[in-house]
């Protein structure tokens, strides 16, 4: 099953985005699917994943200003950010983890302005 993310591309501090992956086959084929994001110079994190039982995993730092949901009749995962900073910028990567195997897709360029 294959990873397609969507959906980046320049916004003004403070605005909102919202990112699509869309898996070649049934998101439930992963455990979980969700986002990581790599700004230049820094190491990958996570952004947030949801998992089979729609569980969602958000980091302390990024909560209250994204969420996470997915359709499942399209396959697809979203990521919805809000009061976007600067230091959002970076590549998100739809990811889905099965048996502890990553599978990556494409990034998506993010880009907030001051």
């Known amino acids: 099953v294959q990873l397609q993310a969507s959906g980046g591309g320049l916004v003004q501090s403070g605005g909102s985005l919202t990112l699509s992956c869309v898996a070649s086959?049934?998101?439930?084929?992963?455990?979980?699917v969700g986002w990581y994001r790599q700004a230049p110079g820094k190491q990958r994190e996570l952004v947030t994943s949801i998992a089979l039982d729609g569980t969602t995993d958000i980091p302390d730092s990024l909560k209250g200003r994204l969420t996470v949901s997915r359709d499942t009749a399209k396959n697809t995962v979203f990521l919805h950010m809000n009061s976007l900073k600067p230091e959002d910028t970076a590549v998100y990567l739809c990811n889905g983890r099965r048996a502890s195997f990553d599978y990556w897709g494409q990034g998506t360029q993010v880009t907030v302005s001051s």
């Open positions: 086959g049934s998101i439930f084929w992963f455990d979980t």
